[in-house]
């Protein structure tokens, strides 16, 4: 029999905080919140509170199981929010939801990258949310022909970047009370 790369712990880690990222995502109306304030999208939630949402359980999972955790638990949301529905609603073409787990994914994998330091790994939340935002945009915008207003891409650029370190910061604070 063989013995698999992460332990049973590691596994209930990435599924539970993979779990906790995917419902937050689906059930808390981000949309509605940006609307409200009169952010148009797409993906100005992502843009806003990605590090809340993705960033923070992302950059965790990679700090409690020290090895790809990280990307398997961004892979793992991806899937599941895509179990529950199509990635930003569109379902033409079929694949479209693909875009999702290519941008979840390449995030997990710019946080696993960037976690090699304390600020590298803060960074590296920014980057990754970023980089998931920017694919997403080009995705709706190429599939849809709706594109972010251009006097608000810098804003949700920046806001991106931001939300994405905030995430991380979280949760190298959270992973130090954790791991003590």
Do not use: D
Not at 142 to 149: D, K, L, R, S
């Amino acid at each position: 029999m063989e013995k698999s790369y992460f332990t049973l712990r590691e596994w209930a880690i990435i599924v539970s905080l993979a779990l906790a990222s995917a419902l937050i995502n689906t059930y808390i109306p981000i949309k509605s919140i940006t609307g409200h304030f009169g952010i148009p999208g797409p993906a100005a939630g992502m843009a806003l509170f990605g590090g809340l949402i993705f960033v923070l359980w992302i950059s965790l999972a990679r700090l409690l199981t020290k090895k790809y955790g990280g990307i398997i638990t961004s892979i793992l949301i991806a899937t599941i929010c895509l179990l529950i529905h199509p990635w930003y609603g569109v379902v033409e073409p079929s694949w479209f939801s693909l875009y999702g787990i290519v941008g979840l994914g390449c995030m997990g994998v710019i946080i696993e990258l960037m976690s090699k330091s304390y600020w590298r790994g803060v960074l590296g939340g920014g980057l990754g949310n970023l980089c998931c935002l920017v694919i997403t945009w080009l995705a709706i915008g190429f599939h849809t022909c709706i594109w972010v207003p251009k006097e608000f891409a810098p804003f949700l650029v920046l806001g991106a970047i931001a939300s994405g370190c905030i995430g991380a910061l979280l949760a190298q604070e959270i992973g130090k009370v954790i791991i003590r």
